[in-house]
């Protein structure tokens, strides 16, 4: 079964910083491709970030500079270090693994769990 637990989010003021991680268990994390989407309320689930098995990244344009994705495959945690946070990076962030979703969309089934997301808060 695979898992997927994200967290660290929280509630923090314009330019401040925020770590969210994301553990992973169920399946071989030092090959799989990890990403982290989120979706403010009333929006679609955007992507945010990935991270290759061979470390190759990506960022969307509207975080590049601020955000930085990471991953430990002793732990088999992936993270995503937000720095200089906007009011507009306010949404449920979720971890996901290739293969498995859709993502921001909970799941908990026979196949696993993951989707439960975390909560980030940016205000003035």
């Known amino acids: 079964e695979v898992h997927l637990v994200e967290a660290g989010g929280g509630s923090v003021q314009a330019g401040g910083s925020l770590d969210l991680s994301c553990t992973a268990s169920?399946?071989?994390?030092?090959?799989?491709?990890m990403a982290w989407y989120r979706q403010a309320p009333g929006n679609e689930c955007d992507l945010v970030s990935t991270?290759?098995?061979?470390?190759?990244?990506y960022y969307t344009n509207s975080v590049k500079g601020r955000f930085t994705i990471s991953r430990d495959n002793v732990k088999n945690t992936v993270y995503l270090r937000m720095e200089t946070l906007k009011l507009e990076d306010t949404a449920v962030y979720y971890c996901a693994v290739e293969g498995y979703g859709p993502p921001c969309s909970p799941y908990q089934g026979r196949l696993g769990s993951w989707g439960q997301g975390t909560q980030v808060i940016v205000s003035s």
């Open positions: 991270i290759t098995f061979d470390g190759n990244i």
């Open positions: 169920g399946f071989t994390f030092r090959y799989s491709n």
